[in-house]
């Protein structure tokens, strides 16, 4: 990788470094995925070969299930696609492996026809990921050995001579422990891939650079100066949260305590965990009561919403309550800007849209976007695409004055991060101009 070089980080392990200078916005590396799969919820949307969103797709003439741009996606897709094509067409609607059991058979067949270093390991091998399997607990052995399970069930026919147990048991852990979602502009799921030198990147609260994606291509992008000899740091989790929270998400998936300097000064964790202006003070046990109940009613909802793809519309309404009662009981001790307040709030904004009520995504969006501009770092994907959505909710409720300038601070950001020849900065700014 040009500028760049592989070296060993004290006290991370193996890592990257800048060999030159890289100035705000510019590509330090673009790496293509050694292997990737299209969720299956954005079928029809996106091609299935290069995540292409576009409205005229074919499908696939045998399971009809597979969309392309034309013959040569459906072509150069075909080696991959062929495993799940005559397995959906044997098993029709019982065909239903999770997405990263889909990654993992491609990642196998992959590797039984490449023998040489592929473009995306050109630093780092896949073979070469961490599993962590000695610091697996029983919860995530268990979902190890359902994934092995559902591999076998939906792929032994198609994929002859499987690894035997301890190998896949390996490899799905590397693949949980290294792979990365691609998602769109508003940081929706497309779907799941493995781009080997791009995990060779360390993490950091403070990342100095972002990765974004052009289809099935990562670009790697500086979102500070970045000096030659210094270490080049991708963020692996959501950054809106308090220190605490951080390190337990980061332990819990990857199997490492941070130390950077945004963890070890907390410097944002008062501002993250603003406590309302009250006439006597909330007692520090008071605090960590709601703090308990916050992280509760959140996996309450992530368990609720994990259902919502086979319930009916009435669950959308329960978890808009959730969201809003969760919001009730927190406002007697948060204020609003409260990472656990806008947690909620985010989610409310979300429900709001797929009931398309405009108006209510809209309050939300309007409560959640400075405090968001304050808590994450600068050029963050998570304040763009909450300007992108409020800018294109206003301009649907026909506030063209603020959409335009909500869309114009989306752009600012994506410049930076997705870099200026990005087609989704090509569409916002079409949008932009077709309001003059």
């Given at each position: 990788l040009p500028g760049t070089e592989r070296f060993l980080s004290p006290g991370s392990g193996r890592g990257l470094r800048a060999m030159r200078h890289f100035a705000l916005g510019e590509l330090v590396f673009a790496c293509p995925a050694y292997s990737y799969v299209l969720t299956v919820n954005e079928r029809g949307a996106h091609c299935e070969n290069c995540f292409t969103r576009r409205e005229d797709l074919f499908k696939c003439g045998k399971c009809k299930q597979a969309y392309y741009c034309n013959i040569d996606c459906q072509r150069s897709d075909w080696s991959m696609h062929k495993l799940e094509c005559v397995a959906m067409c044997a098993y029709g609607e019982n065909w239903c492996p999770s997405e990263t059991v889909r990654l993992v058979a491609r990642i196998l067949m992959k590797q039984r026809v490449t023998t040489e270093r592929?473009?995306?390991?050109?630093?780092?091998?896949?073979?070469?990921?961490?599993?962590?399997?000695?610091?697996?607990?029983?919860?995530?052995?268990?979902?190890?050995?359902?994934?092995?399970?559902?591999?076998?069930?939906?792929?032994?026919?198609?994929?002859?001579?499987?690894?035997?147990?301890?190998?896949?048991?390996?490899?799905?852990?590397?693949?949980?422990?290294?792979?990365?979602?691609?998602?769109?502009?508003?940081?929706?799921?497309?779907?799941?891939a493995v781009f080997p030198d791009v995990a060779l990147m360390n993490h950091s609260c403070s990342p100095n650079v972002i990765v974004t994606y052009k289809g099935t291509l990562?670009?790697?992008?500086?979102?500070?100066?970045?000096?030659?000899?210094?270490?080049?740091?991708?963020?692996?989790?959501?950054?809106?949260?308090p220190t605490e929270d951080r390190k337990e998400r980061l332990l819990d998936s990857y199997f490492f305590t941070c130390q950077c300097t945004e963890c070890t000064s907390k410097s944002k964790d008062k501002a993250k965990m603003e406590i309302k202006k009250l006439s006597s003070p909330t007692e520090p046990e008071e605090i960590q009561s709601m703090v308990y109940y916050a992280k509760n009613v959140i996996e309450e909802f992530r368990r609720a919403k994990h259902y919502k793809n086979i319930l009916f519309l009435c669950l959308y309404f329960e978890l808009l309550e959730i969201c809003e009662l969760s919001q009730e009981k927190m406002a007697a001790i948060f204020a609003d800007t409260n990472v656990y307040m806008l947690h909620?709030?985010?989610?409310?904004?979300?429900?709001?849209?797929?009931?398309?009520?405009?108006?209510?995504?809209?309050?939300?969006?309007?409560?959640?976007?400075?405090?968001?501009?304050?808590?994450?770092?600068?050029?963050?994907?998570?304040?763009?695409?909450?300007?992108?959505?409020?800018?294109?909710?206003?301009?649907?409720?026909?506030?063209?004055?603020?959409?335009?300038?909500?869309?114009?601070?989306?752009?600012?950001?994506?410049?930076?991060?997705?870099?200026?020849?990005?087609?989704?900065?090509?569409?916002?700014?079409?949008?932009?101009?077709?309001?003059?």
């Amino acid at each position: 990788l040009p500028g760049t070089e592989r070296f060993l980080s004290p006290g991370s392990g193996r890592g990257l470094r800048a060999m030159r200078h890289f100035a705000l916005g510019e590509l330090v590396f673009a790496c293509p995925a050694y292997s990737y799969v299209l969720t299956v919820n954005e079928r029809g949307a996106h091609c299935e070969n290069c995540f292409t969103r576009r409205e005229d797709l074919f499908k696939c003439g045998k399971c009809k299930q597979a969309y392309y741009c034309n013959i040569d996606c459906q072509r150069s897709d075909w080696s991959m696609h062929k495993l799940e094509c005559v397995a959906m067409c044997a098993y029709g609607e019982n065909w239903c492996p999770s997405e990263t059991v889909r990654l993992v058979a491609r990642i196998l067949m992959k590797q039984r026809v490449t023998t040489e270093r592929t473009p995306s390991e050109k630093l780092l091998l896949l073979t070469e990921f961490e599993s962590h399997l000695d610091k697996m607990d029983s919860e995530k052995d268990e979902l190890n050995q359902a994934d092995i399970a559902a591999l076998h069930h939906f792929y032994s026919k198609h994929i002859s001579d499987l690894p035997d147990e301890q190998a896949l048991t390996e490899l799905f852990a590397q693949v949980n422990c290294n792979g990365f979602t691609i998602e769109d502009e508003e940081l929706s799921h497309l779907g799941s891939a493995v781009f080997p030198d791009v995990a060779l990147m360390n993490h950091s609260c403070s990342p100095n650079v972002i990765v974004t994606y052009k289809g099935t291509l990562a670009e790697v992008r500086a979102v500070q100066e970045i000096n030659p000899g210094d270490e080049v740091f991708n963020s692996y989790i959501d950054l809106l949260y308090p220190t605490e929270d951080r390190k337990e998400r980061l332990l819990d998936s990857y199997f490492f305590t941070c130390q950077c300097t945004e963890c070890t000064s907390k410097s944002k964790d008062k501002a993250k965990m603003e406590i309302k202006k009250l006439s006597s003070p909330t007692e520090p046990e008071e605090i960590q009561s709601m703090v308990y109940y916050a992280k509760n009613v959140i996996e309450e909802f992530r368990r609720a919403k994990h259902y919502k793809n086979i319930l009916f519309l009435c669950l959308y309404f329960e978890l808009l309550e959730i969201c809003e009662l969760s919001q009730e009981k927190m406002a007697a001790i948060f204020a609003d800007t409260n990472v656990y307040m806008l947690h909620m709030m985010y989610q409310a904004m979300g429900v709001c849209l797929y009931m398309q009520d405009w108006d209510g995504a809209m309050s939300y969006g309007e409560k959640i976007i400075q405090p968001y501009s304050v808590h994450y770092p600068a050029y963050s994907l998570n304040v763009a695409s909450m300007y992108l959505k409020l800018g294109r909710l206003y301009l649907g409720l026909e506030k063209k004055t603020q959409g335009v300038k909500a869309l114009n601070k989306a752009v600012a950001i994506m410049e930076v991060a997705h870099g200026k020849d990005h087609n989704y900065v090509a569409e916002v700014k079409r949008e932009i101009e077709e309001q003059k």
